[in-house]
Nanobody
Framework: VQLQASGGGLAQTGGSLRVSCAASGSIFSINFMGWYRQAPGKQRELVASITSDDTTNYAHSVKGRFTISRDNTKNMVYLQMNSLKPEDTAVYYC???????????????WGQGTQVTVSS
């Protein structure tokens, strides 16, 4: 199983970016999907998450600006980031908790990370 993140890049303050993440491989089901970020010198933090029944959760700092969504038919998760701020600058990582078979416990997987830079 692999998670491949894409998107990100450079935006100005107030701008928008979207990051995407595709899960591939022998997947039975995906429970939790989320986006984390890590800025230089800081710990990795949860930005947004979405469960298999589309229940979403957001960090207080991004609520109202970021939107997480998923496409279960494609095993993809997206993060639409609007009204970007310089403090959103970080490497963004996708995470998915994946069950490889019905009898197996779900396992967390991580994507490789994609850089988001917001200039002031």
């Amino acid at each position: 199983v692999q998670l491949q993140a894409s998107g990100g890049g450079l935006a100005q303050t107030g701008g928008s970016l979207r990051v995407s993440c595709a899960a591939s491989g022998s997947i039975f089901s995906i429970n939790f999907m989320g986006w984390y970020r890590q800025a230089p010198g800081k710990q990795r933090e949860l930005v947004a998450s979405i469960t298999s029944d589309d229940t979403t959760n957001y960090a207080h700092s991004v609520k109202g600006r970021f939107t997480i969504s998923r496409d279960n038919t494609k095993n993809m998760v997206y993060l639409q980031m609007n009204s970007l701020k310089p403090e959103d600058t970080a490497v963004y990582y996708c995470n998915a908790v994946i069950r490889l078979a019905a009898v197996l416990s779900p396992i967390p997987y991580w994507g490789q990370g994609t850089q988001v830079t917001v200039s002031s």
